[in-house]
């Protein structure tokens, strides 16, 4: 195979195709591209990187992608890794958005290229598996002397496309190993990756449902069709094999839901309440289809496994930590009158309200059933009435011609979670007492009362004593709803912060990073006005930006938490009156001076302030 290879690119080099033509089609049209762009076949390859400014800029395009990817890489990587695997996840570009080098990885190249933000397009480094699988929206296999520049004749490679919702080509899923040998699994498990990858992008899609089909007769363990529908009943989204099944080409064609089904759009909500139970629905052309919802509009999904294609499929959601036993307790006793009370949960914006409901959901006896949402402040108010109550078929001008289902529907048999409940306007504050008063609901444009049963949790970062007072709440609609009521402390007042930084890093970097004993410090120092919203997002930043395998040190924290900091100790004791927080910069000061040996200018350029200001908050301290 080498001799013949080297043959093959010797005569290629002279002009001569007729041997290169028998190469895999993909591999023999990326060696003309290269060969129109005058790419040397031989000598080095230099590697370009995107600068830490430019990945800065792009992050927020990729983190979509990323974040619906990354459950799935992580997986993949596990499973092959052992068997001498590097995982590379790429855009549309081949810039590489993720990257895993195997324990086993010996190749000085695939140390060097394997990193966030490696340009590897086919016109920087020539033919890969991965510029290849992009041209023909399929697997491809590049083996060895395949690759166009010789400096990669060592890579054993294998790409797939994967493809967004509706079927276009957003990245790549490569797999890179030293050794020569074909691996017939790895493949397989790779394909599945990217299989999962649309799936979950199409479970990402906002405010639609999201349904799965399958044949009767199909076995445990095959692809299923995925469909995401949104309100108005038009498909917005398909995974690779429905799109094959049904002949679908979303990128140019517009589908309706009874363009596809004999059954009428309503029955997916309808049979939809009893999430997990699989009903019928039946294509035009008279084939039965299993269907089961998977995420209802309002409920975020992309986190139940869909395809058991890879096997069984890791959950990864950790046993909640709170950084806080007073929050643990509150749920546990949540839990007990949740079934029988609604439960209020009070907080700042970012200490977890949100995710405090779905643990008490998903540990009630309604787990089985759906977790509705509604922020009743992000929505405008007109909005509000149809989205809870729903409404009847041409209930009012512009209304969906088959009505639409209400969030408080929607709920039955469930939990209703109406965020910022402190901003819905009062005359429906009436409408909502009377549901749960009546424990019935009317759709807008109906007078048949149709009968409700779920569990309500509110929550609000407003004082609702001060609201009801200027009577922008009522006092009845606030006794209904603060069955049993839940303060959840903001992060800076929890006594161990470090504790749940640590969990979520573990889970952001899926096991594979840790903290610095500085950035841990500065971590427990740092005020947080934003919550855990605000720490999760430092760290996954942190996570994202610092490379591979080093500890996650202070500098890799987003600039602007240091910047705060800064600016807080600049201020005078007196104008920085609140105890709490001078003790927190005394403690930073502190710390820097320690990790600069005692040296004050050292520790004052670390910190960002002045030596005076640096002598000024000691001075502070030791008066
Ligand atoms: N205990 C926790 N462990 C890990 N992540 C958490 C935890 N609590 C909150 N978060 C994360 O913090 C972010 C904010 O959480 P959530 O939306 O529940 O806050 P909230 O109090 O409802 O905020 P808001 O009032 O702004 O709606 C989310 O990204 C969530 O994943």
């Known amino acids: 195979m080498h001799a013949s290879m080297s043959l093959v690119r010797q005569e290629f080099q002279n002009g001569d195709h007729t041997l290169a033509s028998m190469l895999e089609t993909p591999v023999y049209e990326s060696w003309l591209r290269c060969l129109a762009q005058k790419l040397?076949?031989?000598?080095?390859?230099?590697?370009?990187?995107?600068?830490?400014?430019?990945?800065?800029?792009?992050?927020?395009?990729?983190?979509?992608?990323?974040?619906?990817?990354?459950?799935?890489?992580?997986?993949?990587?596990?499973?092959?890794?052992?068997?001498?695997?590097?995982?590379?996840?790429?855009?549309?570009?081949?810039?590489a958005l993720r990257v895993y080098q195997s324990k086993n990885v010996t190749e000085q190249r695939i140390v060097q290229a394997f990193r966030q933000g490696a340009k590897l397009s086919e016109s920087n480094i020539g033919t890969t598996a991965m510029s290849c699988a992009l041209a023909a929206k399929r697997f491809v296999r590049v083996c060895g002397e395949e690759h166009y520049r010789s400096a990669h004749r060592n890579f054993n490679c294998a790409a797939v496309p994967v493809f967004d919702a509706i079927g276009r080509v957003c990245g790549t899923v490569d797999i890179t190993n030293e050794s020569p040998l074909a691996d017939v699994g790895a493949y397989y498990l790779l394909e599945a990756c990217a299989r999962n990858i649309q799936i979950e992008l199409i479970r990402a899609i906002p405010d639609a449902i999201v349904i799965q089909l399958r044949a009767g007769h199909q076995p445990v363990g095959a692809d299923h069709l995925v469909l995401a529908f949104s309100y108005d009943q038009q498909l917005v989204g398909a995974n690779y094999i429905a799109q094959r099944f049904l002949r679908l080409d979303l990128q140019h064609q517009q589908v309706q839901f009874n363009d596809l089904f004999v059954d009428s759009f309503s029955t997916l909500f309808d049979k939809g309440l009893l999430k997990g139970y699989p009903f019928s629905l039946t294509l035009l052309g008279g084939i039965s289809l299993q269907t089961e919802v998977l995420d209802l509009p309002g409920q975020s999904g992309a986190s139940v496994p869909v395809s058991t294609t890879v096997g069984k499929v890791i959950d990864q959601s950790p046993a909640r930590d709170y950084g806080d036993s007073r929050i643990q307790t509150s749920v546990d006793k949540s839990l007990r009158v949740i079934g029988r009370l609604p439960v209020l949960l009070l907080g700042e914006s970012g200490v977890g309200k949100e995710v405090i409901a779905r643990e008490l959901h998903d540990n009630s006896a309604a787990a089985s059933g759906a977790f509705v949402s509604l922020n009743c402040a992000s929505i405008p108010e007109t909005l509000i009435e149809s989205e809870l109550f729903g409404y009847e078929k041409g209930a009012f001008t512009g209304a969906n011609r088959d009505g639409?289902?209400?969030?408080?529907?929607?709920?039955?048999?469930?939990?209703?979670?109406?965020?910022?409940?402190?901003?819905?306007?009062?005359?429906?504050?009436?409408?909502?007492?009377?549901?749960?008063?009546?424990?019935?609901?009317?759709?807008?444009?109906?007078?048949?009362?149709?009968?409700?049963?779920?569990?309500?949790?509110?929550?609000?970062?407003?004082?609702?004593?001060?609201?009801?007072?200027?009577?922008?709440?009522?006092?009845?609609?606030?006794?209904?709803?603060n069955g049993y009521e839940v303060r959840i402390p903001?992060?800076?007042?929890?006594?161990?912060?470090?504790?749940?930084?640590?969990?979520?890093?573990?889970?952001?970097?899926?096991?594979?990073?840790?903290?610095?004993?500085?950035?841990?410090?500065?971590?427990?120092?740092?005020?947080?006005?934003?919550?855990?919203?605000?720490?999760?997002n430092a760290i996954?930043?942190?996570?994202?930006?610092?490379?591979?395998?080093?500890?996650?040190?202070?500098?890799?924290?987003?600039?602007?938490?240091?910047?705060?900091?800064n600016d807080q100790a600049q201020l005078s004791p007196a104008e920085s009156n609140s105890g709490m927080i001078n003790e927190v910069y005394e403690k930073t000061i502190r710390q820097a001076i320690d990790m600069c040996d005692g040296n004050i200018t050292q520790a004052a350029k670390k910190l960002g302030i002045s030596r005076a200001t640096l002598y000024r908050r000691i001075g502070n301290k030791s008066t």
């Open 40 to 95: 040397p076949m031989d000598g080095p390859v230099d590697y370009d990187f995107m600068s830490t400014d430019q990945l800065k800029d792009v992050l927020p395009r990729w983190q979509p992608l990323i974040n619906s990817s990354r459950k799935h890489l992580d997986a993949l990587h596990k499973s092959i890794s052992g068997a001498g695997w590097s995982v590379l996840f790429t855009d549309q570009q081949c810039n």
């Open 404 to 481: 639409r289902i209400g969030k408080i529907q929607q709920a039955n048999g469930g939990t209703l979670f109406l965020d910022e409940i402190g901003d819905m306007p009062v005359a429906l504050q009436t409408r909502l007492l009377r549901v749960l008063e009546t424990r019935e609901v009317e759709r807008l444009g109906s007078a048949k009362p149709l009968p409700v049963d779920f569990q309500l949790i509110c929550a609000t970062n407003k004082d609702l004593a001060a609201s009801i007072d200027c009577g922008d709440f009522r006092q009845d609609l606030f006794y209904r709803i």
């Open 490 to 536: 903001p992060l800076r007042e929890r006594p161990d912060i470090q504790g749940l930084a640590k969990r979520i890093l573990q889970d952001v970097s899926n096991g594979t990073r840790e903290f610095s004993h500085a950035a841990l410090e500065f971590i427990a120092a740092y005020p947080w006005p934003g919550n855990v919203r605000e720490l999760r």
């Open 540 to 565: 996954v930043y942190a996570d994202t930006l610092a490379e591979p395998d080093t500890l996650i040190d202070m500098e890799d924290l987003p600039d602007n938490l240091q910047h705060q900091m």
